[in-house]
């Protein structure tokens, strides 16, 4: 049987009707119809605009004020944010070969890093044996391992 455009309707409970405020006692909702007891937000029209603390001043106001632009900080000081590094421990780096080349590609292809951006080496971990490792930054345990077992750490840009 085609389905025609007249019988289409959505299923039971999705509509729901509007709450009519404001009409009797027995409705529930009459008398204040949910505004509460007079004041500013209890008459018609659109209230105290966003951010109105009712004279006092305002939060916008009280905080300091930033200029310029930060070089790196939180979004709110207009900042931009720090560069996010993938960051990889130098015990994963054991799976290369001996006096194998590390970069972010080879550690893609290896499956050690999966998000896009920077490559960090970070320290947890020692290695068994030499490996040129080229990323975009290392921290200072991560160097140190590498260099300890006669391999060398490469900072790309």
């Known amino acids: 049987m085609p389905l025609r455009i007249g ?12 709450r009519r405020v404001g009409r009797g006692l027995g409705s529930g909702r009459g008398t204040y119809s949910g505004r509460g007891v007079k004041g500013q937000k209890a008459r018609s029209g659109k209230g105290p605009r966003p951010g109105f603390e ?3 001043t305002p939060l916008g106001k009280r905080l ?16 931009r944010p720090r560069p ?25 292809q290896a499956g050690l890093v999966r ?10 971990g020692k290695l068994a044996h030499p490996l040129t ?18 391999g060398r750490a490469e900072v790309i840009r």
């Open 7 to 18: 019988e289409l309707a959505p299923p039971a409970g999705a509509r729901r009707r509007r």
């Open 54 to 56: 009712g004279g006092q």
């Open 64 to 79: 300091p004020f930033q200029r310029g632009v930060r070089a790196y900080g939180s979004s709110h000081t207009g900042g």
């Open 84 to 108: 996010g590094y993938v960051e990889v421990n130098v015990s994963r780096l054991a799976r290369f070969g001996p006096g194998s080349e590390v970069t972010p590609e080879a550690l893609r």
């Open 115 to 124: 998000r896009p951006g920077p490559v960090k080496v970070l320290g947890p």
């Open 133 to 150: 490792v080229r990323a975009h930054a290392f921290s200072a345990s991560a160097r140190a391992a590498i260099e300890a077992a006669g």
